[in-house]
């Protein structure tokens, strides 16, 4: 099946920019369009808390979260880099760097090659990073690296999807938000891996795609989940 086209992507995230969007499951979109628009192996995206330390918000896989999460257990990594200098970071191939040893040894690890990084910006402030993960070495074209910088723009945007939030409390707010729905996604993963005997792979696209199937908000279904107030069958 051919991929999406770049401009119904951007039609299709557009129209999610609306009141009471599910940021989370944006967000999550937005990981998954970039692995096909750019043809790389994963994404994922993280951004800054109120304490302006970055947390990961989404991942096209399992295996991109607990990368992300390494990086930022291990404060090295192309997403701090990127976030740090506010330049975009590219490394074509792990094996062939020493900028980030531990990290390149738990990319390889889990089977990635290369990685690239984008800035998020809110106006001169960096916000988080876009990151790509490559299962083979090699370099992302110019094209293909000015795509992604239009795609953390977008999820800057997501971010900021009301115009009239323009101040940092009220990105605060939000981000604090998603956050914390993050955290209890990442329990009914576990509540419905353990019950269900998936992996957390599996659990989330559960999870996802009922939550999309009843027109729910992923993070209220993921919390009745956790409380036992609802139960979802296997798929």
């Known amino acids: 099946m051919a991929g999406p086209h ?3 992507v951007f039609v ?10 599910d940021l989370i499951d944006f967000l999550h979109l937005l990981a998954e369009r970039c692995v096909q628009l750019l043809g790389v192996s994963a994404a994922g995206l993280v951004v800054t808390d109120e304490r302006g330390k970055l947390q990961v918000v989404a991942a096209s896989s399992e295996r991109t979260r607990l990368l992300e999460l390494f990086q930022l257990q291990s404060d090295q990594g192309p997403c701090v880099e990127c976030f740090r200098t506010g330049q975009p970071v590219s490394v074509a191939d792990l094996a062939a760097t020493d900028r980030w040893p531990g990290f390149a040894a738990a990319a ?9 990084a984008v800035p998020m910006r809110l106006r001169a402030e960096v916000i988080g990073a876009l990151n790509f993960f490559d299962g ?14 239009a795609l953390a723009d977008v999820a ?6 009301q115009r009239t ?28 891996a353990e019950r269900l005997n998936l992996n957390m ?5 559960l999870l996802r795609g009922t ?23 296997p798929a």
């Open 156 to 161: 800057t945007i997501g971010l900021l999807q």
């Open 108 to 116: 390889d690890e889990v089977g990635f090659a290369a990685v690239h």
């Open 6 to 8: 770049l401009a119904d």
């Open 136 to 149: 083979t070495p090699g370099p992302l074209d110019s094209a293909k690296l000015r795509i992604g910088q």
């Open 12 to 21: 299709e995230l557009a129209d999610t920019l609306v009141d009471d969007f």
């Open 165 to 192: 939030i323009h101040r940092r409390d009220a990105l605060t707010e939000q981000l604090q938000t998603a956050l914390r729905s993050r955290i209890v996604i990442e329990q009914a993963k576990g509540v419905l």
């Open 211 to 233: 939550a999309r199937d009843h027109n729910r908000c992923l993070s209220d279904l993921a919390e009745a989940i956790v409380d036992g107030t609802e139960q979802i069958p």
């Open 201 to 205: 792979t599996e659990a989330f696209a």
